[in-house]
């Protein structure tokens, strides 16, 4: 098993280039409630992209690791969706992000001014997008008992 000290060093190495490429990026879904200490573990990292900016993400990820095969899920209709392996850590990438509800499709780009927070782990930051954003996108994607985790912890 992965350790999440194992985890956080590869998110380390990733964070460092998009920093430097000055992307437009944050986290988002279970590793930024373990950032937020609503979750005690986190399985991959998901991270939010710019949409314009998702050649060059996929360019410097492809630098570090592999791109994994499509694996289409109809509940999300995301415009990009990378899956990728660094160290044998496995990288969601977003962009255009659009979860679907009642055959209606709700869009959620990354905005700027949808990063509310930055954390800092050995001097890199790390952006992280709202947690009351992804309440929710859980909420639409019928995730009740991360919904109820996340009230629990902003209540």
């Known amino acids: 098993m992965i350790t999440i000290e194992k985890k956080l060093n590869v998110l380390i190495k990733v964070a460092e280039l998009l920093n430097k490429n000055n992307i437009n990026w944050a986290i988002g879904a279970s590793l930024l409630l373990y950032f937020k200490g609503i979750a005690e573990e986190f399985h991959d990292i998901d991270i939010m992209v710019d949409e314009s900016e998702v050649e060059i993400v996929k360019k410097i990820l492809l630098s570090l690791g592999t791109l994994q095969p499509e694996n289409p899920n109809m509940k999300y209709k995301t415009n990009h969706f ?3 392996k660094i160290d044998d850590v496995d990288f969601d990438v977003m962009a255009g992000f659009v979860i679907v509800k009642d055959n ?3 869009y959620f780009p ?4 949808s990063i509310k927070d930055y954390i800092s782990i050995d001097s890199v930051t790390i952006p992280l997008q709202s947690i009351e954003e992804w309440r929710t996108y859980y909420e639409l994607m019928g995730r009740a008992e991360k919904v109820k985790m996340i009230n629990e912890a902003i209540s």
Do not use: A, V
């Not at 990354?110 to 001014?113: C, E, F, I, M, P």
């Open 82 to 84: 990378l899956e990728f």
């Open 104 to 106: 209606k499709e709700y």
């Open 110 to 113: 990354l905005q700027k001014k």
